[in-house]
């Protein structure tokens, strides 16, 4: 079992910053992968990007370039720094955590947190 809180969403003008973070309930070490995903309204969820417990790393397309995953072990946290934020960002963002129990993969959901890109 693995309980994901996300924190630091927000409203923010196109061009902005924000920094979400996922903190989960254990150790992160052995989790095989940690991500993010988007929802925006009317649209189905989509993979922003993704961290393996060996640091390899996959970015959606329309993030590359402005977005950063990254994970601290020690505070058992997944970190988005979004940067050049756009009004298409606009979404839930939920995080993500997945291993794999006697082969079958588990998949564990944050509530999620909004961000909204506007003027």
């Known amino acids: 079992q693995v309980q994901l809180v996300e924190s630091g969403g927000g409203l923010v003008q196109p061009g902005g910053s924000l920094r979400l973070s996922c903190a989960a309930s254990?150790?992160?070490?052995?989790?095989?992968?940690m991500g993010w995903y988007r929802q925006a309204p009317g649209k189905q969820r989509e993979l922003v990007a993704s961290i393996t417990s060996a640091d390899s790393i996959n970015y959606a397309d329309s993030v590359k370039g402005r977005f950063t995953i990254s994970r601290d072990n020690a505070k058992n946290t997944v970190y988005l720094q979004m940067n050049w934020l756009k009004p298409e960002d606009t979404a839930v963002y939920y995080c993500?955590?997945?291993?794999?129990?006697?082969?079958?993969?588990?998949?564990?959901w944050g509530q999620g947190t909004q961000v909204t890109v506007s003027s």
């Open positions: 254990r150790s992160i070490v052995s989790i095989y992968n």
């Open positions: 993500n955590a997945y291993i794999f129990v006697i082969g079958k993969r588990a998949d564990y």
